[in-house]
């Protein structure tokens, strides 16, 4: 089944160790997510592609159990749809983003928990094309209950 | 720079009202301020319009009499109401004009707000990927403050049980049924830790302040009340906003916490001198976290606060005495000017049922909306 990022200039895939694509300032080095025309911080126009930290820790999160409104565009009727996570994630000391998180169940999720860039099926066209997206899951290391 | 009182203010019910236009409301909501100051249309210089939905808020003078006056439209988030309020008084201040109208008026479809992400500065797929949503960001915003400062979940339903009650003795409130804590738990959850019950609803309704210059006051009203101050900031690099699809990792405080400082400042009073306060309660968490950020409570403080009763129209610090946005509904353009109204008639000394005890002399409101935008306005005797 063939696959397609839903935008490839947000993050590096195919690849084995994906990565988001941020844009950093050559001015005052803020990091933001995605790359925009000009920096939040100081307006500068100098801004160039910077790839962000595959691993970071759940700063916050928050569920999704609703069937957003369009614009959502999961393919998803009230019937069909799956509640997911959304956290901001701190990657490093670079920048917080926010992002779908792979657990939708608020009991497995802490904030401060180990996380780590994963890419996964948003939705399948109907040709069968499956449309990919980012996502973070609890890291591979994670320890179950440490808080 | 003259000084503004506010000579008149006049509410449509918030609520659903079928067929009927926003522009009827907001007629409506203006000619009873007018009353209330015992003004007439054509006694007013300029005007000031917020809405949402509404392209052009100044139809109304097809309702009220086509005088030929200024009547500019604005919209602002959901800090529209306070703009309109702080442009008129600006128009009365600098000396230009010497009797004016704010209005809002709204009539949203029911369900969370949406929009294009892309007039918010956010790509196309912030909106297609799912995180185009401000109830998404409230609870992660209240996620966060729980674990950092101890507020727990039977909180959050306290806050919004108190406002449900309170719209239950506001007759012109959306939601005027008392519901118990227990039931706001239990009700369904829409973003963790924020359950239905816990939001406040998109609806429709319309407000309108009379405001003129203070030295005048007096040929209208006997009761003026005075508009301390006005403020209005956007959010600052590393405040954590509504729509961003990242933060900076260095934090800054909400815009709420500029708008308020600086609202102080301009009124000369500190938040241990108010009396009455409305904030921006677009779900329960944040009227907890908008209590500290106006200066009423250290973060953390709530909870005790709000177990002992401190914010019940009976305690110490009354915090949204007509119901919030929880009881009223958000018809965005109104919203900040309902405040404006229940402050009025509290510190008249007129709310009625919900009247805060011991002749209450200053109030204080306070909007939050997307991006980032706050206003805050000091009213006093």
Known sequence: MPQIAFAPEVFTWPSDDPQLLGGLCGSCAAVTFPQQPSCARCG???????????????????????????????????????????GMVQLGDEVKVEARLTVNDPSALRIGMDVELVVIPFRVDPDGTEIMTYAFA?????????S | ?????????????????????????????????????????KDVQFAFGGSFEVDNPDAVTGRLGLTGIPFMDVYNGCATAATALQLTADGIRSGQYEIGVAVGMD??????????????????????????????????????????????????????????????????????KPIPEEEILASRMLNY??????????????????????DIAHRYTSTPIYLRATTLRTRRYGAFEVHASWAAVEQDAAPT?????????????????????????????????????????ADGEQEKLIADGATEIGGPLPVNTDGGLIANGEPIGASGLRQVHELVHQLRGTAGDRQVPGEPKVGYAQLYGAPGTAGVSILTT
Not at chain 1, 64 to 75: N, R, V
Not at chain 2, 144 to 161: C, F, N, P, Q, W
Not at chain 2, 193 to 214: I, K, N, S, W
């Open chain 2, 1 to 41: 720079m003259d000084d503004v009182a506010i000579i008149g203010v006049g509410l449509h019910p918030f609520g659903r009202f079928g067929p009927k236009s926003a522009i009827d409301m907001g007629a409506e909501a203006i000619r009873t301020s007018l009353g209330d100051a015992g003004a007439e249309w």
């Open chain 1, 138 to 146: 609890p890291a591979s290391d994670e320890t179950e209950g440490e």
């Open chain 1, 44 to 86: 500068s126009v100098d801004i160039t592609s910077h790839a962000l930290p595959r691993r970071g820790t759940l700063w916050t999160f928050t569920t999704q159990d609703f069937l957003p409104k369009e614009p959502y565009a999961s393919g998803e009727t009230m019937e069909t749809f799956q509640p997911y996570g959304v």
């Open chain 2, 257 to 297: 916490v500029y708008a308020s400082k600086a609202a102080y400042e301009q009124a000369g009073i500190g938040p241990e001198d108010v009396d009455v306060v409305q904030l921006q309660d677009t779900d329960a968490g944040a009227e907890i976290i908008h209590m500290a950020e106006n200066g009423f409570c």
């Open chain 2, 107 to 176: 009539k949203h479809a029911a369900g969370a707000f949406t929009s294009d992400p892309v007039d918010y500065g956010a790509p196309t797929w912030y909106g297609e990927q799912g995180f185009f949503l401000t109830t998404k960001f409230f609870a992660m915003k209240i996620n966060r403050y729980m674990h950092d400062h101890g507020i727990s979940h039977e909180t959050l339903a306290k806050v919004a049980a108190k406002n449900y009650r309170n719209g239950g003795l506001n007759p012109n409130a959306f939601r005027r």
């Open chain 2, 193 to 214: 830790p924020l359950t239905q019950y816990m939001f406040c609803a998109p609806d429709e309704g319309a407000a309108a302040v009379v405001l003129c210059r203070a």
